[in-house]
């Protein structure tokens, strides 16, 4: 499956964006979406999932009650709501598809090109 994220820029602290993570393929609803994000200088870590039902999400403790990650699997497409963001969220975001469920990058087989978020103090 091939992923496009989506939704990145610049925003002050306090402020939100939405990632979006559109799939090329009808079989998007057969994948747990994941996104991740890297910083600079920093290993690239996990921020949430959503099962390919959407019954099932998991956060990262650094972004939960911030961030809310959704699917429209008639859309082929995952979101991520950024609210009250803050500068250490400042990253590259990525969106990666894998089967079953987890929070290891290793386990995620496809992954989209990262979009960026910057925020401002």
């Known amino acids: 499956v091939q992923l496009q994220a989506s939704g990145g820029g610049l925003v002050q602290a306090g402020g939100s964006l939405r990632l979006s993570c559109a799939a090329s393929?009808?079989?998007?609803?057969?994948?747990?979406i994941g996104w991740f994000r890297q910083a600079p200088g920093k290993e690239r870590e996990f921020v949430s999932f959503?099962?390919?039902?959407?019954?099932?999400?998991y956060y990262a403790d650094s972004v939960k009650g911030r961030f809310t990650i959704s699917r429209e699997n008639a859309k082929n497409t995952v979101y991520l709501q950024m609210n009250s963001l803050k500068p250490e969220d400042t990253a590259v975001y990525y969106c990666a598809a894998r089967y079953g469920v987890g929070s290891n990058q290793d386990e995620y087989s496809y992954w989209g090109q990262g979009t960026q978020v910057t925020v401002s103090s």
């Open positions: 959503v099962s390919r039902s959407g019954t099932v999400t």
């Open positions: 393929e009808r079989t998007f609803s057969s994948y747990t």
